[in-house]
């Protein structure tokens, strides 16, 4: 009898798992002490432009720039 091998699954990600993808890896950038949290971000919201975390993270890793993280966060 001929063993049958199943046929590999396709893995379609939605963009918004896309997204969320991308943010933790700005998280952990951040984390990190690298500086390329803010291209995570933006690269979440290329995906899901209604990312609310991709938003969070660009307006905290604004730091102290007040006037660049408070229209993130409104």
């Not at 933790?24 to 995906?47: C, K, Q, V």
């Amino acid at each position: 009898m001929r063993e049958v091998t199943p046929e590999p699954k396709l893995s379609i990600k939605r963009p918004e798992q896309l997204a969320m993808e991308a943010v933790e890896a700005g998280w952990e950038a951040m984390e990190a002490g690298r500086e390329n949290a803010e291209e995570f971000a933006l690269t979440a919201l290329r995906h899901w432009p209604n990312c609310a975390d991709a938003y969070t993270l660009l307006g905290v890793s604004a730091g102290g720039q007040l006037e660049l993280a408070l229209p993130l966060f409104t």
